[in-house]
């Protein structure tokens, strides 16, 4: 039994790895290939995974360190940033959708129970996908990432007491509030018992716990693990304990190690969960409820962001950030499978509606991933029309994730790393803008405050508070950047200090015209140099007026002996 359950799982895993490479080579998102994977070898066609369980097992392995990692990630502060706009739009959001589902439910004869059920699961999101892709992208400290975390939170909150009600109507018709006020006094309890832990127990164990690399690796195993399982055994989603497990060693010293140990692990058992997910699909009842099935797949990916979108922009978000929040969360998550299983355990619901539900998570979540994955090029084409959704006057200036930097660079390769250098020994708030996911990979293990981004993308901008900001370089080489970096600063805060690079001295003429402070050309002055005279400057404008004059009687001169030759 258990050879058969290891070559059943060894050749699972070599046909992932050849859908794999398959999407790599015609450029899909690797996602949708192991989804793919597990529709060909779950029981519609291959019928490979003879063992559930043993899947299964392995797919909440990959659950609970993805949210682990994740909660390192994240900054208790976070809460305090978004939690208001995130309470409010997810409780909004997920009753009127369970309430649109509900209706589209009874419009296609379900039972009262069996339509509530179907639009509770069309209200969640998937907390596993939606984190996925923001943190391949890099985005899940964005402002619009910060709030799409907080919304998956309330919703997976929320989704533990649907659970519990479900539950209930198996035994008796309704469910008492106490064993509602038990759960959460459960929750609270335990929570506070791992803030007590971090707070006064872990710090006198740094050396213990970080003495060596394999027993870092063990404690985060075991604490990431061990707080899951405190929660699921309380009642709780073990997704909700890993996060929090996450969130509680965030502001340790060794919290970034440990993530960058662990996230091999986690890709590998990852995999294992979106193969399951695929395999759990079943076309046998298609035809028969594609009405369903077509009316549910609009609410999730098209009705649920626009309720999400029309909220935000009612408390003052820019469309940018309610787009990008909305269609991040435009899938049915992990949780509504399980709901829906539950429902057909306890007698509520048959075995088609559970077909219906995991046909529509499927198509939603392939459609949310590339959407998530393109999101950018998508809102540059709908921008115009999305201003449905913002005020006339955003509340940018009520923005609560956003932080004022003195210094601001944008790129980390072609000389940032001096820049960096020099900031640090300045010791003054910067962070670092860059576009190279392995750049950022490098910075966040040497604790750099960075954020992955591009230096077009205004909102962006506004989240770091650029109108604010003492001395912003750019080492970039795009001369289009430049400009348009040079013009929004110049707007919007002209007495700003502005370093840009440019290649030639034809360039470095023209972003002066514009009202650079300066312009670093590599055969005239380097990266070593102006940071020096930055640092003797006190960050004064006046001083880098005197140092342009010289720098231009240096192009005038050069431009002189080329025309002479």
Known sequence: MHESVFTALSIVIVIASLMALLMRLINQPLIIGHILTGILVG??????????????????????????????????????????????????????????????????????????????????????????????KKEQVRLYGKITIGILIIQDVIAVFTLLFVTSQGNSSSISASSLGVLALKGLAAAALIYLITRYILPFMHKLIAGSQESLFLFAIGWGFGCAALFQGLGYSLEIGALIAGVALANMAYAQ??????????????LVFFIYLGSQVNFS???????LIVVATLIVILVKPIIIMATMGLMGYTKQTSFKTGFSLGQVSEFSLVLVLLGKSTGVLPANLVSVVTI??????????????????????LQRPLSLFERSTPQHEHNPAKHQYELVLFGYQKGGQEFIKLFQSMKKDFVVIDYDPEAIDIMEHQRINCIYGDATDIELLEEIGIEKAHLVVSTL?????????????????PRSIVILHAESIKLASELYELGASYVVIPHYIGNENIGTFIKNSDLKKSEFIKYQEKHLAYMNSHYALEAEK
């Not at 208790?76 to 997920?94: C, D, F, N, R, S």
């Open 43 to 136: 029981p519609s066609l291959l019928h490979l995974l003879s063992s559930p369980t043993t899947i299964t097992t392995f797919s909440n392995i990959g659950i609970a360190l993805l949210l682990f990692i994740i909660g390192l990630g994240l900054n208790p502060k976070v809460i305090k940033e978004v939690g208001k706009v995130a309470a409010l739009t997810a409780a909004i959001q997920v009753v009127i959708i369970a309430g649109v589902g509900w209706l589209a439910g009874h419009f296609f004869g379900l039972s009262f129970r069996q339509a509530a059920i179907v639009g509770m699961a069309l209200a969640f999101s998937s907390t596993i996908i939606t984190l996925k892709l923001l943190t391949d």
């Open 257 to 270: 190690e440990i993530s960058s140990r662990l996230r091999p692990l986690r890709d590998f058992f990852i």
């Open 285 to 291: 009842s298609f035809h028969t409820d594609l009405g």
């Open 360 to 381: 529509v998570a499927l198509i939603s979540i392939a459609f949310s991933t590339y959407l998530i994955n393109y999101m950018s090029s998508i809102y540059k084409i």
């Open 477 to 493: 080489t795009d001369h289009d950047i430049n400009v348009f970096l040079l013009k929004l600063i110049n707007k919007l805060n």
